[in-house]
């Protein structure tokens, strides 16, 4: 049964602003899933799951009233448009709504739909990981292994007369080891994941990813514990974007600007960062983790170049805070589910490559720390004060990459670290994540050239 069988949309549009308000819309989703645990050397989880239903939203004097519900009838839908009709006061009964031609997104390319695959086949894959990451070290004392997959359909009509659908396939496998050496405990993580079938892990083999995971948990070890204070430091491609995500993304989201809940609010069209600085956000990259044809309010997604040379160019916006500030939306209006209402949410935010080679940035940095891998961190979008764990990095000796360090933080400002940011490489690696907010989680990426820092607050262990 297709998600708009069995009921006129524009009847239950037109009941939800019976009582006035300037926008209204259905956003109907159908998803299918499977998640894989593994954890202390055994399948611990296997959830395959299934949710379907629909949201129903009316914006009226910029406020928003919102119900769901999973009950796809007419008589259910109805019954929630009653909901938040009698929620908004006022206004004038709108006429007949006309609904544009469906449009019905492309989709990218899967070569292999992990729902044309066994389950058992699936397992096999978690426990391929699992054997690899335990056989990889004797001082691997923990693993756990994740292998997740969803097909999502949705369909977003709204009063303007849109009326899209698109069909996501996504998956996601991550292993995660906790290495231990007398008393010092240290873990690795390596994730894959994106808009992609099971032809992801034929690019990264399992048994690969979790060698990965362990080889850095391993190698942590012996690593002695970070120096701390005032240095430069080199953060490699391939420690992903999750800087620029956390650090600026964040304050760029509308919602909070608007709500001056961001150190970048009201900064448009100022310098904001250095000129060779440019950060975009783009939803339309082929297969990535945030991306797709169609934001969860029907706009069609975009490439969006929030900070060009260092100028702070446009806000990430959703439907409503567009109409609050008067321009259109980016497309960046996402949800989790139908359970959720849509809010301003990056989806694969990035800096744009430079013109430094990689190599050069290293060898012009004669001490200071590398960091090639990032771990979690927290981020105050009001001032944009930040601190990030290092979860691989290396003292840099005479340019080259030193010895292993362990335990290092890196904390400073978005707004001060971009500024400063003074070498960009040529390179370009990203990084997944799902990213929370307001109780919600999303999927996105995030990426980044090599980047130099020449002074930033690295904070280092007691004794380091």
């Given at each position: 049964?297709?998600l ?9 549009i037109?009941?939800?602003?019976k009582?006035?308000?300037d926008?209204?819309?259905l956003?109907?989703?159908d ?23 629909c ?7 910029l ?15 109805l ?40 389950l ?19 001082r ?17 009509i ?26 010092i405990?240290?873990t ?36 002695r ?41 009201g ?27 169609y ?12 900070i060009?040379?260092?100028i ?24 989790q589910?139908y ?15 430079g ?14 720390l ?8 927290q ?6 004060d ?5 979860t ?7 340019g080259k990459?030193?010895?292993?360090v ?9 707004i ?8 960009v ?11 929370g907010?307001d ?22 262990e007691?004794?380091g």
């Amino acid at each position: 049964m297709g998600l708009v069988d069995g009921f006129d949309p524009s009847k239950i549009i037109k009941r939800a602003l019976k009582n006035g308000g300037d926008f209204a819309e259905l956003y109907l989703e159908d998803t299918q899933s499977t998640s894989i645990i593994c954890e202390e050397d055994r399948i611990e989880k296997v959830l395959p799951g299934r949710e379907r239903g629909c949201g129903v939203r009316v914006l009226s004097n910029l406020k928003t009233f919102y119900a769901f519900t999973n009950d796809l009838t007419e008589k259910g839908l109805l019954g929630i448009a009653d909901i938040v009709a009698a929620a908004v006061k006022g206004g004038v009964e709108v006429g007949e709504i006309n609904l544009n031609d469906k449009k019905i997104a492309e989709g990218f390319l899967i070569k292999k739909s992990p729902f044309d695959v066994d389950l058992a086949k699936k397992i096999e894959y978690v426990n391929i990981a699992n054997s690899a990451a335990r056989g990889y070290d004797e001082r691997v004392r923990q693993v756990k292994v994740i292998y997740g997959d969803s097909l999502r359909d949705t369909a977003i009509i709204n009063s303007e007369g849109i009326w899209v659908e698109e069909q996501k396939t996504s998956t996601l496998f991550l292993c995660q080891v906790v290495t231990q050496q007398g008393d010092i405990i240290q873990t690795g993580y390596e994730p894959v994941g994106g808009l992609l079938g099971l032809e992801i892990l034929d690019d990264n083999p399992p048994e690969q990813i979790a060698e990965l995971a362990a080889r850095r948990g391993v190698m942590m070890l012996s690593a002695r514990k970070a120096p701390g204070g005032r240095m430069p430091v080199v953060l490699s491609s391939e420690a992903g974007g999750t800087m620029i995500h956390e650090a600026v993304g964040h304050g760029i989201e509308a919602d909070l600007a608007c709500e001056g809940l961001s150190v970048y609010a009201g900064k448009l069209g100022q310098q904001v960062a250095n000129t060779i600085i440019t950060v975009i956000d783009d939803g339309t990259m082929v297969n990535k983790r945030g991306s797709g044809f169609y934001d969860s309010e029907g706009t069609a997604n975009s490439k969006n170049v929030l900070i060009e040379d260092g100028i702070l160019k446009k806000y990430m916006q959703s439907r409503l805070t567009a109409m609050k500030d008067g321009v259109e939306s980016t497309g960046n209006g996402r949800r989790q589910s139908y359970r959720h209402q849509p809010i301003p949410r990056m989806t694969n935010t990035y800096i744009a490559r430079g013109k430094d080679n990689p190599a050069d940035i290293l060898k012009a940095t004669d001490s200071g720390l590398y960091v090639v891998k990032m771990g979690g961190g927290q981020v105050n979008t009001v001032n944009g004060d930040f601190v990030f764990e290092v979860t691989e990095g290396y003292m840099i000796e005479n340019g080259k990459q030193g010895e292993p360090v362990r335990g290092a933080t890196i904390t400073g400002s978005g707004i001060e670290v971009i500024s400063s940011i003074d070498m960009v490489g040529s390179d370009l690696g990203f990084g997944i994540g799902t990213c929370g907010k307001d109780g919600q989680g999303v999927p996105v990426s995030d990426a980044q050239p090599t980047i130099r820092i020449p002074e930033i607050t690295v904070g280092g262990e007691v004794g380091g």
